[in-house]
């Protein structure tokens, strides 16, 4: 059975910090890259930070030099650390499988909200 489920959202004034964490159900974790999304309504989700098996990161624009994804192998267990926030980063935030084609894409997690307020 896949699962994800992702914490540590809330509601945070503009440049503050949080830390979102998932962890994930699954049996081969340690290696598949994994990956944050982020969705508001009326659009469609988007990825915003990815790691690889290895550890290599990557980084959409707009959250580039301001977010940091880490994982925890033993712990099945991806971290998106967040500061500098800004308002047009409220959205719920998921995690899954970096690649959008992997069959754990049928399963999403209920997603942590985040806002921020300007």
């Known amino acids: 059975q896949v699962q994800f489920v992702e914490s540590g959202g809330g509601l945070v004034q503009a440049g503050g910090s949080l830390t979102l964490s998932c962890v994930a159900s699954?049996?081969?974790?340690?290696?598949?890259?994994m990956g944050w999304y982020r969705q508001v309504p009326g659009k469609q989700r988007e990825l915003v930070a990815s790691?690889?098996?290895?550890?290599?990161?990557n980084y959409a624009g707009s959250v580039k030099g301001r977010f940091t994804i880490s994982r925890d192998n033993a712990k099945n267990t991806v971290i998106l650390q967040m500061r500098s926030l800004k308002p047009e980063d409220t959205a719920v935030y998921y995690c899954?499988?970096?690649?959008?084609?992997?069959?754990?894409?049928?399963?999403w997690g209920q997603g942590t909200q985040v806002t921020v307020s300007s």
């Open positions: 790691i690889s098996a290895g550890g290599r990161t």
């Open positions: 699954v049996n081969t974790f340690s290696h598949n890259a």
């Open positions: 899954n499988a970096a690649d959008s084609q992997f069959d754990w894409h049928d399963y």
